[in-house]
Nanobody, 115 residues
Framework: QVRLVDSGGGLVQPGGSLRLSCAAS????????MGWYRQAPGKQRELVAG???????NYANSVKGRFTISRDNAKNTVYLQMNSLKPEDTAVYYC?????????WGQGTQVTVSS
């Protein structure tokens, strides 16, 4: 069964940067949407950034201008470049891919922004 593997999280100081990656363990076809979500303790999971098959992107207001989502179709990978990180960005980050038949979730990667 194909899985998504997300990685790249860690501990970073405020103002720092991280790049998250999400790759499929096998082939996934007809991907309509790729997104990054996050869930902080005691809060609901929220959409951080998304990119469609037509390369349209959208971002949560809280990350606009700081985060950038991109995809590499040849590598079947989606990235989230996170700059100017703030303590409030601390959360577990999950990737999600949507096809016409189903959706896939990564296992999550912890991002902690703290001095």
């Amino acid at each position: 069964q194909v899985r998504l593997v997300d990685s790249g999280g860690g501990l970073v100081q405020p103002g720092g940067s991280l790049r998250l990656s999400c790759a499929a363990s096998g082939s996934i076809f007809s991907i309509l949407f790729m997104g990054w979500y996050r869930q902080a303790p005691g809060k609901q999971r929220e959409l951080v950034a998304g990119i469609t098959s037509g390369n349209s992107t959208n971002y949560a207001n809280s990350v606009k201008g700081r985060f950038t989502i991109s995809r590499d179709n040849a590598k079947n990978t989606v990235y989230l470049q996170m700059n100017s990180l703030k303590p409030e960005d601390t959360a577990v980050y999950y990737c999600k891919w949507v096809t016409p038949r189903t959706e896939y979730w990564g296992q999550g990667t912890q991002v902690t922004v703290s001095s």
